[in-house]
């Protein structure tokens, strides 16, 4: 997943950084609203972390500019306790969510995973999907109730493609959940974690879809109906 931070609070924004980046996150962070417009309207982002006195431009100018455009990314606003006209304002402009200064970090993790839940149509914390399960709070995927140990970015792109199980997404799709603004980018990166993630979890889970990317079936392969019995299969090439 990639979130955009807009923090001008130097050592706020650094601690909350370090804690998203180790939470498997790929974050860009900016430090003034007009930077954060720019990457609004550039980039595509699962979720922005907003603080609101920003300069040059404040949270609830770019929330709203966000929001004219309509742009359903998830907003979660910073401010402080006492500052409840801001909150109202800042829910009333478009924002999902709020965080208190100062927040603890283990909260705002949680409240963004909720977040992310919602803006992917799910209520349960889990994601289950035939015999495998991935636990968002804790990074624990099971096969068959057996822990698998995945990477980071095996984890991302898992994710990405289970949360969307019938989607094709393209491997700049998938390389934006991955890397931020200064990350070094492989050019076989996406095609390395997805061979990865089919010798740990199966090497029929993921789809190749030539020319387009790569794409979980909408269904787990145990429970999709059998063209033998009058299912109409899934009609997708697979070039795995």
Request: proline fraction near 5%; charge should be negative; charged fraction near 30%.
């Amino acid at each position: 997943m990639r979130l955009l931070l807009v923090e001008d609070d130097m050592m706020i924004g650094e601690s909350v950084l370090d804690a998203l980046r180790g939470e498997g996150y790929a974050v860009d962070w900016v430090r003034d609203g007009a930077l954060a417009d720019t990457a609004l309207r550039t980039e595509r982002y699962d979720l922005v972390l907003l603080d609101l006195g920003l300069p040059k431009m404040d949270g609830i100018a770019v929330l709203k500019a966000l929001r004219a455009r309509r742009e359903t990314t998830p907003v979660l606003i910073a401010t402080a306790r006492d500052a409840v006209p801001a909150r109202i304002a800042g829910l009333d402009a478009g924002a999902d969510d709020y965080v208190l200064k100062p927040f603890d970090l283990d909260e705002l993790s949680a409240r963004i995973r909720a977040l992310l839940r919602r803006a992917a149509g799910r209520a349960e914390p889990v994601f289950s999907y035939g015999r495998i399960s991935l636990n968002p709070a804790t990074h624990e995927a099971l096969l068959d109730g057996e822990p698998v140990a995945l990477s980071q970015r095996e984890w991302a792109v898992l994710e990405a493609l289970i949360a969307r199980p019938g989607m094709i997404l393209s491997r700049t799709q998938l390389e934006e959940k991955l890397y931020s603004w200064k990350d070094e980018i492989s050019s076989n990166a996406v095609e390395v974690y997805v061979h990865s993630l089919r010798k740990k979890l199966g090497p029929d889970l993921i789809r190749n879809i030539r020319g387009m990317g790569y794409m979980i079936a909408k269904e787990p392969a145990a429970t999709r109906p059998d063209p033998d019995e009058g299912g109409t299969g899934s009609g997708t090439g697979d070039a795995a």
